[in-house]
């Protein structure tokens, strides 16, 4: 049986307010990214995911939606999406739309429907609760961002709500089974609409024991949301897949869950939860040989027995880009050998192909409660300042070197970070085994990982030096990619260069 598209696809990750802008507003917007898919068909990627579009006041930048079913009108109009999905849709490419299922907007309608009265029908779609007394919230959860409680008290109802973010974001309750139908239909107006699946925001977060019970005493300060783990939120997993996989074409969910692979192996279910979940330990990992390994053999040992298919991240909205982690480029680009030919689906962050650095966002320019301005900096597509944005300042400032580092720059550029994507991508279409093929460990060198992929007669084999240093090791053969400029199709011996990855042909 032919695997699934998403087990073999690339899935690259769009920040929409800062991938292209063509209204000249200095957000980018739909129409901006339609008009750069040329960018994506030549890299090779199969599918692009969208950060959140919907409408929104922007307190967490589309995090908190106000209207799942259209577009906000910064980023442009419904017929601006229908135009990106049939544009993408013609070139082979798969869309999938960012899902906020556990907190709404406060000015969600929803939300003020709830808060207008304790009698509202829809009161009991959020989390409200009296107070523990003398002032004190009902728990003693702790909000993401704002390191406070996870509680705003309502002076017009004398209640206290749950929100795990922002105070504009509050939790939606979805043991309401009418909260649950409701998001359903949502699911549906997008499916209908053609959309190959969903990205689900903080995904685990849903299910919650209605007694709401205190976090440990250890606990209090750190956001509530990293530990929550309730079984319920598998039942309602299983009932959203059954609606995901009652539309024909293989649509496909991919869940946030920030917790260890144990725990986010669990959320594939059985074959009935997420079809993918993030694998967030390579973004958290230091440059390491020995790190990389354990990790590795870690989401292995907890996927492979349970067929779950893994994901690998290296960058993403809320963290800081690799190039920045890593602090070299020679590193950043042997990481991008590994998360394109480990076994599993990748998910690229744009900009990341270019080896863009954090930009410098400081004092009175920081914009977002989260500190995460630095990785979400736009796109520099062109050499000369503006850089392809052309019209009002940019929304937050370009990231360093971003004349040498744009799209124009690069394109001509075999040695370029870009080509190196865009061979690894070529690579990886050539190649059922690196798209779907086995892994198994091979004998490195000291700071040097070599595993091979490997599908019937198709065999690749990929060694990767996390060290400044040449090393060698004891495999060879023709060097189909290299993170080195200039070495491909070229013999290998079993030297490495400082830094070097390769994927080898043998
Ligand atoms: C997820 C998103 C993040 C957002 C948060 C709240 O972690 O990736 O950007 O702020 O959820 O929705």
Redesign the pocket.
Known sequence: MALPWWQSAVVYQIYPRSFADANGDGVGDLRGIAGRLDHLAWLGVDAVWLSPIFRSPMA??G??VADYRDVDPLFGTIDDLDHLLSELHSRGMRLLLDL?P??TSSQHPWFAESRSSRASPKRDWYYWRDGGGDGEPPNNWTA??TGKRAWTFDEGTGQWYLHS?LPE?PDLNWGNPEVEAAMHDVVRVWLDRGVDGFRI??VDLIGKDPALPDDPPERVGHPHFLFHDDPRTHDLLRRLRAVIDSYPGERVTVG?I?RPPRRVAAYYGDHDELHLAFNFAPLLAPWDADTWHTMIDVTRSTLDPVDAWPTWVLG???QQRPRTRYGTEGRARAAAVLLLTLRGTPFLYAGDELGLEDAIVAGDQVLDP?G?DGCRAPIPWEIDPPHGWNGAATWLPFPPHADVRSAEAQRPDPASMLWLHRDLLTARRGSDALRTGSFAWLDGADGVLAFERASRADRRVVVVSFVDEPRRVAHQGTIEVSSAAGRSGQPFDGSLLPDEAVVLAV
């Open positions: 967490d930048y995090y908190d906020v556990n907190h993401a961002f973010f974001q925001d903080v946030e920030s993403n909205h809320d989260g995460r």
